[in-house]
């Protein structure tokens, strides 16, 4: 019992000890302001969702204090490329300019294509050939090859009419976020989903002193917390694919 109590005690020493050197950085926060669009299961609004769970583990036992904010995906980034946030919750590396990628990603997301069920089943390669369309913002003619020409609409509200009316083959999105809109058709058999390709989801952080002092601390965290395998069990939790492996 008393080299348990030993042990603990030298445990927790440690982990003050490194929330106390985190902190000694003037630059470092004590609190990240996070702000993402609600994806369910990932990011709800009330705080839980492994997405969330996942950045309080990073951030919290190292004494910054995790603040989220739920706003539509296109006001994310741009609190973020404002610097009123310190970062944006599911981007694609590279997506957007002026913006730091830290090295570790914490989900895969499937890049989808939703067509007519009565439409040839789309790949990769056949996509330039095809009319296109996708969330203003969204950037996916960077991970598609070949893609010259698309549309661009502000939100999903008439994804389904142009699909229905013939203006668009494939309404390109992410997976989760296809099967939240399918999940309020009338007629879900009229249409289908294609998963296209999957790829690594980052935090995009503002170029600022505060949120690169955190982004370096994030990657330190996330090494740390996947060569311990103290995430995997949050994934395990929620029934989602650990990105990991």
Not at 53 to 60: S, T
């Amino acid at each position: 019992m008393l080299i348990r109590a030993v042990l603990v005690f030298l445990c927790v020493g440690m982990m003050f000890a490194q929330a106390d050197e985190r902190l000694s950085d003037p630059a470092l926060p004590s609190e990240i302001h996070l702000v993402s669009e609600r994806w369910p299961s990932f990011t709800e609004e009330d705080g839980s969702g492994v997405a969330w769970e996942v950045l309080r583990l990073v951030f919290e036992p190292v004494g910054v204090k995790v603040r989220m904010q739920t706003v539509p995906y296109s006001r994310s980034v741009g609190l973020v490329r404002r610097g009123e946030a310190d970062a944006w919750v599911g981007s694609y590396a590279g997506e957007v300019d002026d913006i730091h990628y830290p090295r570790w990603h914490f989900d895969r997301d499937y890049v989808s294509a939703l067509g007519l069920a009565s439409t040839p089943e789309p790949s990769v390669d056949s996509l330039p050939n095809s009319r296109l369309l996708w969330i203003r913002g969204y950037r996916y003619e960077h991970y598609l090859p070949g893609i010259e020409g698309f549309q661009e609409v502000p939100r999903r509200d008439n994804v389904l009419p142009m699909l229905a009316a013939g203006r668009v083959d494939y309404f390109i999105d992410a997976r989760v976020d296809i099967d939240m809109l399918l999940a309020k058709a009338q007629r879900q058999a009229r249409y289908k989903i294609t998963n296209l390709v999957r790829l690594p989801l980052y935090l995009g952080f503002a170029e600022t002193p505060g949120a690169l002092a955190l982004a370096d601390l994030y990657d330190q965290r996330m090494e740390s917390l996947i060569g311990s395998g103290q995430l995997r069990p949050i994934y395990e939790k929620w029934n989602w694919e650990y990105p990991f492996d």
